[in-house]
Nanobody, 124 residues
Framework: QVQLVESGGGLVQAGGSLRISCAAS????????MGWFRQGEGKEREFVAG????????DYAASVKGRFTVSRDNAKNTVVLQMNNLKPEDTAVYYC?????????????????WGQGTQVIVSS
């Protein structure tokens, strides 16, 4: 069992930065691939970033590549998404998720544990 709790969302102006964190509990966290997804109002939940169990494999959605950075600390059971140069279209609820494999998964159906989400609002 893995429990995930996101924090750090908020309101920021376009061009600003936010850092959102995911605190995990459970013995299997360090052996799981992790992902960040987001869901804007009226939109489907979409993949934002993924990181393998070791942190050596990382990937991003094209829309955030070069602006967002994902990292993990298995000793502290945390995953962090650093978001820079934010745009109004980044406004969404951001979710942390864990998948049962060690690798990156791009489809939300491959994840079995989800956090409650944290709201990010980017004003223009």
């Amino acid at each position: 069992q893995v429990q995930l709790v996101e924090s750090g969302g908020g309101l920021v102006q376009a061009g600003g930065s936010l850092r959102i964190s995911c605190a995990a509990s459970g013995r299997t966290f360090s052996s799981r691939g992790m992902g960040w997804f987001r869901q804007g109002e009226g939109k489907e939940r979409e993949f934002v970033a993924g990181i393998s169990w070791s942190g050596r494999s990382i990937d991003y959605a094209a829309s955030v590549k070069g602006r967002f950075t994902v990292s993990r600390d298995n000793a502290k059971n945390t995953v962090v998404l650093q978001m820079n140069n934010l745009k109004p279209e980044d406004t969404a609820v951001y979710y942390c998720a864990a998948n049962p494999s060690q690798t990156i998964a791009y489809n939300r159906r491959n994840y079995d544990y989800w956090g409650q989400g944290t709201q990010v609002i980017v004003s223009s």
